[in-house]
Structures are given as structure tokens and as C-alpha cells.
């Protein structure tokens, strides 16, 4: 609620004999009042700030939790654990459903945001019945970590939590945050066994791509000549690199919501905005320190490097409503066959066909993909990638020339007094610790903003001043993102001009004329020979199976043109798994998966088999049948196209059309547990 939003009260009385200067001094009494409450919210923040760093443990998380795993106690030490956390009242979790784990990103700010309210990511998981699990970390390293440790320590955590839950139907699902996204897919590379479905939340896995005109902070590297001013940071901070650095980096992508739009937004709603402005600054305002072996493995391999994306790392290649739905719908997008899919999401309507089975008020569905889709959105050409290579061979010249005839000159004048108080001074620091209670002049202002309080004057919302401070505010955003747009435009053009420039390139090592190829992901003989043993397996079972195998080729068969897989038909095909009670959900998936490999090896054999693998019983086939129909109508009714191929899976049955009426899934489950009931 803005100030012209503000209650009424009686400063229109209050300024009534002045006539027409009563506007102007019904706004200067508010201005003043909302300033003493907006120092005192500053005083509280700095306070707050005090206090979290105080604790053993700081974290923002809005659950209890209870630790499982404490990393500083593992054979490589980190300063890492893993905590359960407990379902809030009211939350039934199924102990049969996989677990949720949050990994949350250590990139200068402390741990907690992805449960930092009710509906985070542990608040989404929770409703949806999935028990959750915390991967978190202290403030400052354990001497000598590193990311690799780091790692390690986290396939522990992700081991102990399938340890704990043997009954679930799956592996845990992680959610990598931010920094724990590149992280976690490392490690997933490294370390595939315990994981399921993975969520990368805000990680770019390349810092080189990007598109003309934006993502500015990947020229960050090249224009500040590499990684030798991050290795400089950490020397001088006696080997540990403050993370209110790289919390600075993300503030200076929006320098007026940064200088201005957070302060003036609690300023113009002080009667209000207070609670929510505290609760965010505690989690941003909370910084943690890394290593210097972490931060400079980080800013070399990934940010400047693009290792990860580029194969060279490792042997492998949301908004509330999606947090909702991928907690909801992630057995369905563990059950996709490999590929690429985009998710989406429309809200349900009165002509939704078969809302019963989209729980929530969107549907999702994930439509499948190409990289020719991913390059329509633009993206680096080979003249880019060129000038980002150029860019990692002067910082590693600028590097090596840093630790030969710097660096020790630097580390002999740093202490771990020095590093102190260089930390201290930082800017970001700096703010919270200047208007807390540790600075004399702040003592008053309590006092005063309680008087004010007793005695507030909120201006009325016609006030003519309260249109012209919006209108001053809205210019002052416009003046400072025109000046952020002028200086990542300059930026931009100095990386592209100076790192594209042919005697640079050819002068550390970097064909101008792009006729090498800069990266290529490397391919293990044994890839190759696995795969040929993989095909041979799938050619020698394309006979093999009964009713639910024939089910499945009989749907991926008519659904595969659609190109999309949307959350109603996988229910409905949930609800047909539950009537063949001998299959886990775990093996279902397997299943499905295995079908549609082999529908892509040999698509006219598969049909070709399915008599053989059906029963002789007519009932039962057209029984079967009536199953696919009902999967494929789930999301709406068939094409042309999808009626043309349910005729070719009829034949294929051995009916000569389906059921006119398909029949309830939840009486065909009653009737097959009554056939097995009578047969035992």
C-alpha cells in the first residue's frame, strides 16, 4: 500500500485552516514522519544483520528442520549438512512418494531462500506429499575445501536420503538453485546412481551464450582482464573470498533497483512494506565467505572458461505456479524419454477437457523440443565463441604473470587482521552496519519513530505532491536504467571489438579464421560399444511382454506426431498402472522408456509384435484398446491423424474398432482386482 493508499486520518482536519497550502503541508508532515520510520526500518535491518551473523548456523528457512548429516564430520570436511525438514501442521507427507532435495547456492548470500516461505520450493514439495530434504552450509569454509570436496560430500547426503526412504517410488528429486544448479548437474555427470529428476532453477549451465544486447555480465571476465583480480580478492582476504563481492556483481545489473526502486518501494509504503523488506534483507544481507581454491576454480573453469558447457569438466552432457506444477508433475517428467521438451502452462477453463485429472488450476504439458528451436532464440555464432576463447587465454596469461610477480608480494603485507577489516569495510557490509544501533547516531531515531507512530499523519491519496514524488521517482528509474543500458551497450562493444580483433587472437593462440574448432565435448571409445550392446538388448525383446507393454506402444504409436505429452493423459495413464498391481512405479517408468526405444529402433516391428503379445481373449484385447483410447482422449479429442493411427493399433489388437463408450479406468481397476481376488 503506497502513501496514497495510506488509511485516513486527520491530517486533512489538521491542515484545513491553511487552505490552499494545506496539500503541501499535509505532505510535508507525512514525508517527515514516513522518513523517521524508513531510518528506523534501516536501524532494525542493521540490527537484524548483526544478530544473523551472530548465529552458529544463520539460514532463512520458515521450517524446523533436523539434522541428518554433518559434513565437517566427513573424511573430506566441508563446511556443508544436510537437515530433514519437518512438515509444517497440517502437511501429510506419503512416505512412498520420492523425496524433494533442495540444494541451495552458495554465491555470496547464506543458505535458506528455497524454503524462505510457504510457497518456495519446500513449501510446493510439501503439498504435494513429497517428503524434503535441506542442503546447506555455514558462513565461512572449512580451510583447505574445495569444490571437489564439496561434491563429494553432497553424494553422501543424496545417498543417505535413499538409504532413508526405501519404500519411496523413486530417486530423490534434486533442485540445484542458482550456483548449486551447475554444482548439482557436475555432479549428476560424476555421479549418476542416486540421483532422479533433476530442476536447475536460474543456472546458466554456458556463461558464454547469450544473445546480442543482453546478458551483459558474461563480458564481465574479458573486460576485467580475467580471474588474476579474483585471485588477488582472495590473497587479500588471507585465502578466503568475501561473498558480498558476487553480491555486488548482481546488484550492479540493476543499479535503479539497487540506488533506488528497494529504498524508495519501502519508503512510499512504510506503513506496510516493513515486515517483507526485513525478511528479504535478512537472507541478502547475509554473507558468506568461500576459499580462495573455490571461488578461483569457479570464476576459471565456469565463468571465464565455459568448461562445463563445453564437455571438458565432466563426462556428460521458476515462478510460483511452475514450482507447483513440476513438484506435482514430476512423475510424469521422469517418465519422458530422453530428449528435449519445453514446459507449459495454461490455466484451466470451463472448456478444459477433463479437468479431474489436472489437480491445481494449470495444465501442464511438455512439448518436445530441438536445438533448431534453442538457436531460433539467438545465441553466440563462431566469431563470439572466438572472442569468449580469446578471452580465457589472456586471463590465464594475465593470471600466471599475477602469481609470478604479485602474488607474493601481496600475501607477505596480508593477515588475517588486514583481511578483517577490509571485509568489514566493504560497501555492502558497510550499509547495514552504519545504520544499526553499534553506530551512537542511530540511538534516537527508536525513540522518535515510536512518537511517530502514536501520531501518524498519512497523507491523502488525491494529495496533488504524492502524484508529483511517482512521477519523480518513475524518472529517476528511467534516467538510471538509461545510464545501466549506456554503459552494458559500451561494455558489449569494447568486449566484441577488442577480443574479436585478429592480431589479439592470433597472438595467444586462437585461429582468426575459425578453420579449428575451439571445444568439443571428447567421446569415449566404450560410448560407442555400450550403445551397440544397448540396441542389440532392445532388438531381442521387441516380442517380449504382455498387456501393458502393448498398451504403451499402442500410445507412444498414435501420440508420438502430437509432439507433446500433457499432465491429464499421464494421469489417466497412472490410474492404468494402478489396475496392474505387479508394477512399481519405478519399473512402469522403466518400461515405458524401454518402449519407446524400441518403437524408435524398429517402429514397424513393434506393431508387427503386437499380436503375440496380447491374449487370445477378445474382451480382453478390446479391453486393452479401450485403455489407449481413453489415455489419448484425456487431453481432449483426437485429430485426424491420431484417429487414423487408432485404427492401425485396432487391427494391430485384433479389433475392428474401439469401444463406442470407453469405459471408467477406476471400473476396469475393480474389475481386474476382483478377477484376481476370484483367481487366488
Known sequence: MSSSQAPPSSTGAFAAPLGVFGPAMEYMVDAAQRSVLFFDVMRQRGDQYREHLAETAPHVLDYKVELVLDGRTLDRPVNYGLVRVVPPPGIEVDPTRRPFVIVDPRAGHGPGIG??????????????????????????????????????????????????????????????????????????????????????????????????????????????????????????????????????????????????????????????????YLGFERWWGGHVNLNAEEIQFIVDELFIGNNLAAGRLVSGSVAKKEYGEFSSNIDLIDTLPPGLYEAVFESKGEDTAHPELAPGQWVMRCEARTLDDIRALGGNDAADERRFATAVRVSENNLALYREFAQPIVRAFANPPLAQWLQQLHPLRLQYELFSNAN?????????????????????????????????????????????????????????????????????????????????????????????????????????????????????????????????????????????????????????????????????????????????????????????????????????????????????????????????????????????????
Open 115 to 276: 524454503g524462505f516461505k510457504a510457497d518456495s520450493e519446500i513449501g510446493v514439495a510439501f503439498k504435494a506429499g513429497h517428503p524434503c530434504y535441506f542442503v546447506g552450509f555455514l558462513p565461512d569454509p572449512v580451510p583447505g575445501q574445495t569444490i571437489e570436496d564439496v561434491g563429494r560430500a553432497e553424494a553422501i547426503f543424496l545417498e543417505k536420503v535413499v538409504a532413508l526412504h526405501p519404500e519411496a517410488d523413486g530417486k530423490p528429486c534434486v533442485v540445484g538453485n542458482c550456483q548449486a544448479g551447475w554444482a548439482v548437474m557436475m555432479l549428476a555427470a560424476i555421479r549418476p546412481e542416486p540421483f532422479g529428476p533433476i530442476i536447475i532453477a536460474g543456472s546458466p549451465l554456458s556463461y558464454w551464450a547469450g544473445v546480442h544486447g543482453k546478458n551483459p555480465m558474461r563480458y564481465s571476465g574479458g573486460l576485467l582482464g580475467g580471474s588474476w583480480l579474483t585471485a588477488l580478492t582472495s590473497d587479500l582476504g588471507a585465502g578466503k573470498f568475501d561473498g558480498a563481492w558476487l553480491v555486488q556483481n548482481f546488484e550492479n545489473q540493476n543499479p535503479a533497483n539497487t540506488l533506488w526502486t528497494k529504498q524508495y518501494n519501502l519508503y512510499s509504503k512504510i506503513d506496510t512494506e516493513a515486515p517483507r
Open 440 to 680: 551512537p547516531m542511530m540511538t534516537p531515531v527508536a525513540a522518535m519513530a515510536e512518537e511517530v507512530r502514536n501520531n501518524r499523519r498519512p497523507v491523502a491519496a488525491d494529495n496533488p505532491f504524492v502524484q508529483l514524488q511517482e512521477t519523480l521517482s518513475s524518472q529517476i528509474v528511467a534516467g538510471l536504467n538509461a545510464w545501466r543500458d549506456m554503459i552494458e551497450s559500451l561494455a558489449e562493444r569494447t568486449f566484441l571489438t577488442v577480443y574479436g580483433s585478429p592480431p589479439l587472437q592470433a597472438a595467444v593462440g586462437i585461429d582468426p579464421t575459425g578453420t579449428r574448432p575451439l571445444r568439443k565435448a571428447g567421446k569415449h571409445p566404450l560410448y560407442d560399444e555400450l550403445l551397440q550392446k544397448r540396441i542389440a538388448e532392445l532388438r531381442s525383446r521387441i516380442s517380449v511382454g504382455g498387456v501393458p507393454e502393448a498398451v504403451m506402444r499402442g500410445v507412444l504409436y498414435v501420440g508420438l506426431p502430437r509432439g507433446s505429452v500433457d499432465e491429464r493423459g499421464f494421469e489417466a495413464v497412472r490410474r492404468m498402472r494402478r489396475t496392474q498391481s505387479d508394477i512399481s512405479l519405478s519399473e512402469f517408468k522403466q518400461r515405458v522408456r524401454d518402449q519407446f526405444y524400441i518403437m524408435l529402433m524398429d517402429m514397424e516391428a513393434a506393431l508387427a509384435a503386437l499380436p503375440s503379445m496380447l491374449p487370445t481373449d477378445a474382451d480382453a484385447r478390446r479391453q486393452a484398446l479401450d485403455l489407449v483410447k481413453q489415455i489419448m482422449t484425456a487431453c481432449g479429442p483426437l485429430s485426424d491423424e491420431d484417429n487414423e493411427r487408432m485404427r492401425r493399433v485396432a487391427r494391430a489388437f485384433g479389433v475392428d474398432e474401439p469401444s463406442t463408450v470407453v469405459r471408467n479406468l477406476t471400473v476396469v481397476a475393480s474389475e481386474r482386482q476382483e478377477a484376481q481376488a476370484k483367481a487366488s
